[in-house]
């Protein structure tokens, strides 16, 4: 059982907004700026999309922000695209690296 | 741009010895750390550790008493080892930069392509 939880699956539709959460327990999430998150494409390696909450690496689409409130941060997807059809990881740390479940996202 | 090239055996049997490399090209191992990280179905994304240049480890206490990983800098390469394997071992095994805030790694910016390890007997 993952220490962040992320809601098993979304939807949303192409030019739609969606926001992914990932809360934890016992205030990892909450502690420190050390959320990051991941995109994995069926087959492939995870792909690093957010790190330090919001901040962006070099060629990763501006359609992906990150937020934190209290104990839960948040991953938003703007103006959904087919390729944005993926599975997305949070990750914080806490006395050891923490990872969420995972959110499969399907792009009607 | 940072490429890690990993590979292994794939299919071991109970009570063997995991072993995978890591390849690193277009940057130097030097002033980062490199991990291990495995993904299974059941378990998710688990962090198994990491290693420095200088030869400095740490391991996920939750395995720490079965891993070893070890470096090759004079061929950029690092390597892991995990011993008296159990069918709970097979997983996609990734190698990945690790970037640090202190004496933490808290993201993983570049990845191997992953290795499908199956343990059965």
């Known amino acids: 059982q993952s220490a962040l939880t992320q809601p098993a699956s979304l939807s949303g539709s192409p030019g739609q907004s969606i926001t992914i959460s990932c809360t934890g327990t016992s205030s990892p999430v909450g502690t420190y700026n050390l959320v990051s998150w991941y995109q994995q494409h069926p087959g492939e390696a995870p792909k690093l999309i957010i790190y330090?909450?919001?901040k962006r690496p070099s060629g990763v689409s501006d359609r992906f922000s990150g937020s934190k409130s209290g104990n839960t941060a948040s991953l938003t997807i703007s103006g959904l695209q087919a390729e944005d059809e993926a599975d997305y990881f949070c990750c914080s740390y806490k006395r050891g690296l923490l990872f969420g479940g995972g959110t499969r996202l399907t792009v009607l | 741009q940072v490429q890690l090239q990993q590979w292994g055996a794939g299919l071991l049997k109970p009570s063997e010895t995991l072993s995978l490399s890591c390849a690193v090209y277009?940057?130097?191992?030097?002033?980062?750390?490199w991990s291990w990280l495995r993904q299974s179905p059941g378990k998710g994304l688990e962090w198994i550790g990491e290693?420095?240049?200088?030869?400095?480890?740490n391991y996920n206490p939750s395995l720490k008493s079965r891993v070893t990983i070890s470096a090759d800098t004079s061929k950029n390469q690092f390597s892991l080892n995990l011993n008296s394997v159990t069918a709970s071992d097979t997983a996609v095994y990734y190698c990945?930069?690790?970037?640090?805030?202190?004496?933490?790694?808290?993201?993983?910016?570049?990845w191997g392509q992953g290795t499908l390890v199956t343990v059965s007997s």
């Open positions: 990945a930069r690790g970037r640090r805030w202190g004496l933490v790694t808290y993201y993983f910016d570049f």
């Open positions: 277009g940057e130097s191992f030097s002033g980062h750390y």
């Open positions: 290693i420095s240049h200088t030869g400095s480890t």
């Open positions: 330090e909450i919001n």
